[in-house]
Antibody
Framework: EVQLLESGGGLAQPGGSLRLSCAASGFTFNSHAMNWVRQAPGRGLEWVAC????????YYSDSVRGRFTISRDNSKNIVFLQMASLRAEDSAIYYCARGRTMIVPRASDYWGQGTLVAVSS | DIQMTQSPSSLSASVGDRITITCRASQPVDTFLNWYQQTPGKAPKLLIYDASTLQSGVPSRFSGSGSGTDFTLTVSNLQPEDFATYYC??????????FGPGTKVDIK
């Protein structure tokens, strides 16, 4: 059974940092691109970042590029989202999602339960 | 970046109804178009990928069509568990892979 379990969310101050983790199990981890998608309270879905199965191909949304870093550890089946220079508008539930394909996630077929990030002073 | 729009933004329907949601891309995306369903407090669920391919385990009352810039999601014989918000997402070429703003389907 495919499982994705996010952790690391919480309260951060503006300008601060957080690192989100997503532990994956139940599938061949390095055969799938992974991505992070966020959802601000009461708002729609926003794609944030993705990483290829081998970790070599990475993309970011314009809203987080230069502040967030996605990475993965294929020896431990974990994908990370390092978030820095946090802003109030980064407050959201962050979902980890598995891509159906290896290089970029053409569709996301499994999702974690989400982890809540709140940025406030 | 490719922008996605959806119509309507919300609709009211009854159990047993047939509903159609439209998604439009600001430029052609071939058939790289996905549909997701989200119920309150839950993660999104993939319903359809590549515009018309039903994800494993999704009931056949869900169907998708379209290519290029115009796409539709149809739900036939609406069931109580189908009252949710539906999002389209384009995954053409390279990211960012943008989502539409969502269509909320509630009970009439």
């Amino acid at each position: 059974e495919v499982q994705l379990l996010e952790s690391g969310g919480g309260l951060a101050q503006p300008g601060g940092s957080l690192r989100l983790s997503c532990a994956a199990s139940g599938f061949t981890f390095n055969s799938h691109a992974m991505n992070w998608v966020r959802q601000a309270p009461g708002r729609g879905l926003e794609w944030v970042a993705c990483v290829s199965g081998n970790g070599h191909t990475i993309y970011y949304s314009d809203s987080v590029r230069g502040r967030f870093t996605i990475s993965r550890d294929n020896s431990k089946n974990i994908v990370f989202l390092q978030m820095a220079s946090l802003r109030a508008e980064d407050s959201a539930i962050y979902y980890c999602a598995r891509g159906r394909t290896m290089i970029v996630p053409r569709a996301s077929d499994y999702w974690g339960q989400g982890t809540l990030v709140a940025v406030s002073s | 970046d490719i922008q996605m729009t959806q119509s309507p933004s919300s609709l009211s329907a009854s159990v047993g109804d047939r509903i159609t949601i439209t998604c439009r891309a600001s430029q052609p995306v071939d058939t790289f178009l996905n549909w997701y369903q989200q119920t309150p407090g839950k993660a999104p669920k993939l319903l359809i990928y590549d515009a018309s391919t039903l994800q494993s385990g999704v009931p056949s009352r869900f169907s998708g069509s379209g290519s290029g810039t115009d796409f539709t999601l149809t739900v036939s014989n609406l069931q109580p568990e189908d009252f949710a918000t539906y999002y389209c997402q384009q995954t053409f070429s390279t990211p960012p892979f943008t989502f539409g703003p969502g269509t909320k389907v509630d009970i009439k």
